[in-house]
């Protein structure tokens, strides 16, 4: 006999999501909500399941999402840390992108997101230790100067309450993140419109979404996805 958590899964294989009440449905009536939901949030934990906002559920997905960080990001890091070892980094390369692409921008540069106060005290000091950068630049100076084919390093302001995470020592951008600074930021004009539509259902389709923080992003950002 089939147990409860392959049945969820054999169940989750033919939606694209579902509550609890909705697979409670399939059952005999005298099995609890409560239980089920305890089932779910197991499954979650297992990864088994995703949770994509409260009380919704999908199969979990088998890729999961890294960002691109090579020598260039982790030297600037390790720089910044060590000259600024209070504020809040963020860094992830160009190449980052790829994967959720259509039209494929090959992108070489290195991101440095910091808190606000600190952005114009990392440029400078990027800027003394020889590299190539530019700060929060627009989508004119972007066009114009910007050659994101170069090992570049590119300054701006990190958004508080951004979602991030750890990888290996590092504080990178959670995909939720990247998929609403692409609207935004000016100078990934070239991912906006409808590349960036694109490159939103590309990540559903290929990732674990959180869909509650993607949205509170957004929202933070004033952008709908």
């Not at 084919?149 to 750890?166: E, F, G, R």
Request: charged share 25%; with cysteine.
């Amino acid at each position: 006999m089939i147990n409860r958590t392959e049945h969820i899964i054999q169940f989750a294989e033919t939606v694209d999501s579902f509550t609890a009440t909705q697979y409670a449905q399939t059952l005999e009536p005298n099995v609890s909500l409560h239980s089920i939901v305890n089932i779910l949030n197991r499954m979650v934990r297992q990864g088994k399941l995703q949770r994509l906002q409260r009380g919704v559920y999908a199969l979990a997905k088998q890729n999961v999402w890294r960002v691109v960080i090579g020598e260039q990001e982790k030297t600037v890091y390790d720089l910044i840390h060590l000259q600024f070892p209070l504020i809040k980094i963020c860094v992830y390369n160009g190449e980052t992108f790829a994967p959720l692409q259509h039209h494929l921008a090959f992108n070489q540069a290195t991101y440095i997101e910091v808190e606000r106060d600190s952005v114009e005290s990392v440029f400078y000091r990027l800027q003394d230790a020889g590299y190539e950068v530019y700060r929060t630049p627009d989508q004119q100076i972007a066009y114009d100067y910007v050659d994101v084919k170069k090992k570049i390093v590119i300054v701006k302001p990190l958004v508080t309450q951004a979602p991030l995470m750890k990888q290996d020592k590092y504080c990178v951008p959670m995909l939720e993140k990247l998929l609403v600074d692409i609207r935004t930021d000016k100078d990934f004009y070239y991912m906006q419109g409808i590349e960036a539509t694109y490159m939103t259902e590309t990540a559903r389709q290929m990732y674990m979404l959180n869909e509650e923080k993607l949205q509170r992003y957004a929202k933070r950002r004033n952008v709908k996805i």
